[in-house]
């Protein structure tokens, strides 16, 4: 089992420090990151004034949702369809179909390396600041916070299934840069990161609660703010599993069965 992970262990840390000489661009990054929390800051005043508690939040609890929402984006988001688009694209696919390694796996692993280092040069930093400035509430207790801790390994894992799935697309599209924009704001607006699912109209709320995506932000965001049950937590949870279960078999599948229509051209 240990020599199994190490190939994979090395590639994370390849991408760490690959991401480490390129890291100017996290320092302005937190700055963007700061401007997308204030402009959401005053439209959600505008939102609350004279009013106490909508769709389950107070203005400091809306606040908070806001604010840790992009503070744990920058942990879980990934290029992983720009990689494999470029990987067929430019022809680098087939020397790294060569190496004696999981393809799926290695660019999660790639993936997984770089969100380690935004945990500590991007997510940390990004969160000091942004709590230095809006008034963020604590999680709801120890528990929550192992939960949501829990659920965010969920988060990265269905993030990278999902662009995985979106990468592979490129074998028969060639350039997916719009499906890859469309796939943003799919994700933003039915992850619950734009705005909670509780202010969904309530067909919209059922439908979502059916797929992965509230599981990427909206769930991590309420469990940290302790909005679950103890069974809807667990719930939650399982369906955190069985989504990443899901996603990461289909990336197989839908992989092999691309392989068979694969033109390397370039290298």
Not at 153 to 173: D, E, H, K, P, R
Not at 205 to 231: R, V
């Amino acid at each position: 089992m240990k020599l199994m992970i190490r190939p994979y262990l090395a590639f994370a840390r390849i991408a760490f420090l690959k991401i480490l000489t390129y890291r100017l661009r996290y320092y302005t990054g937190i700055v963007t990151y700061l401007v997308n929390v204030s402009v959401y800051y005053f439209i959600w005043r505008a939102v609350y004034q004279n009013k106490g508690v909508l769709n389950q939040f107070t203005f400091e609890e809306m606040i908070t949702y806001v604010s840790v929402g992009f503070i744990i984006r920058t942990f879980y988001f990934n290029n992983i369809d720009r990689e494999i688009a470029n990987d067929i694209l430019l022809g680098h696919i087939a020397g790294k179909m060569t190496r004696p390694v999981n393809y799926q796996w290695m660019n999660i692993a790639l993936a997984g390396g770089e969100s380690f280092f935004r945990m500590f040069m991007f997510t940390v930093p990004t969160a000091l600041v942004i709590i230095a400035i809006y008034p963020l509430q604590a999680p709801a207790s120890i528990f929550s916070m192992i939960a949501f801790l829990c659920a965010l390994v969920f988060s990265f894992l269905i993030f990278a299934g999902l662009n995985f799935l979106i990468g592979t697309c490129a074998v028969y599209l060639h350039s997916i840069l719009g499906l890859i924009r469309a796939k943003y704001v799919l994700v933003e607006i039915l992850s619950g990161l734009v705005i909670p699912i509780t202010f969904f109209p309530e067909s919209m709320a059922k439908i979502s609660q059916w797929l992965p995506f509230h599981l990427i932000s909206f769930t991590p965001l309420m469990i940290y703010m302790g909005k679950f049950s103890d069974d809807e937590l667990k719930i939650n949870l399982l369906m955190g599993l069985g989504w990443t279960f899901i996603l990461l078999v289909l990336g197989q599948i839908f992989w092999k069965r691309a392989l068979l229509k694969l033109t390397v051209q370039g290298g």
